[in-house]
């Protein structure tokens, strides 16, 4: 998702063990050992060092731009090869979907419109997602029912609905 290699990451986590709970499995949560850390790290009033103080609408800004290309590089028709528009989802299992769908696209997939929206970004100024939507919007919909999630989608194509006005909606 961030575009670095593992290793460069895997460099960077091990040097953070002391404020990181970092699983040994790759599909684990990376969690804060002290949540007061980020609390700490989004206040300029806390944080006075600017190498470690984090601006909360860029990161979700970065997380965003970043799911938006790695959906548009990864999403395409029929990803699990079912072949069979009306396949039910059921029929594939948890580990073919992990396969076909890897986890960090899964990641951008659920979340990519909660990174928009705490961004603070205007989504009618953001071209990207006109072409995103446009070309991408029924890949999206199909990784998420294939990820068993599409009554997350439901609510994520609802919040971006309010997120656009009508006049936004016409230039799709």
């Not at 050992?33 to 984090?54: A, E, M, Y």
């Not at 970043?66 to 079912?82: F, I, K, T, Y």
């Not at 528009?85 to 979340?111: F, M, W």
Request: charged fraction near 20%; aromatic fraction near 8%; hydrophobic fraction near 40%.
């Amino acid at each position: 998702l961030l575009n670095r290699s593992k290793e460069e990451i895997s460099r960077t986590l091990n040097r953070l063990h002391l404020v990181l709970d970092v699983p040994k499995s790759e599909d684990g949560f990376i969690r804060l050992l002290h949540p007061s850390l980020r609390d700490f790290l989004l206040d300029s009033q806390r944080c006075r060092n600017p190498t470690f103080l984090v601006n909360q609408n860029q990161a979700h800004y970065n997380l965003f731009k970043a799911c938006l290309r790695v959906m548009s590089n990864h999403l395409r028709q029929d990803m699990c090869g079912l072949r069979l528009p009306g396949a039910r989802v059921t029929k594939v299992n948890a580990s073919e979907v992990d396969k076909c769908i890897p986890l960090h696209v899964q990641y951008a997939c659920r979340y990519w419109v909660q990174h928009l929206r705490q961004s603070n970004l205007d989504p009618s100024d953001h071209i990207d997602i006109y072409t995103f939507l446009q070309k991408h919007f029924l890949f999206w919909l199909e990784a998420l029912a294939l990820m068993g999630c599409m009554s997350e989608g439901i609510f994520l194509v609802t919040m971006l609905d309010t997120m656009f006005t009508v006049s936004d909606s016409l230039r799709l």
